[in-house]
């Protein structure tokens, strides 16, 4: 999972080795987050007009999840 997230991010992104991605243990929930980082200057590429690009980020994420019944949350820091 944390390698699909790299390589939309790396995709999307101008300077690729700004891109960082750490994951955080489940919680009590089995809920996994995690934390995409870009530099400063490809925030609006990965965020997106009105957040779209996040939100189909967030939706890839949660739907490759699905397919291994876990669940994901992706927070762009």
Not at 8 to 37: C, M, N, Q
């Amino acid at each position: 999972m944390k390698d699909l997230l790299e390589y939309i991010a790396r995709g999307l992104v101008e300077d690729k080795d700004s891109v960082t991605v750490t994951v955080d243990e489940p919680d009590e929930e089995g809920l996994t987050v995690y934390h995409l980082s870009v530099g400063e200057r490809d925030m609006g590429r990965v965020i997106g007009k009105q957040g779209r690009i996040a939100k189909a980020i967030r939706t890839v994420m949660r739907a490759a999840a699905a397919r291994e019944n876990a669940k994901v949350s992706v927070e762009i820091d």
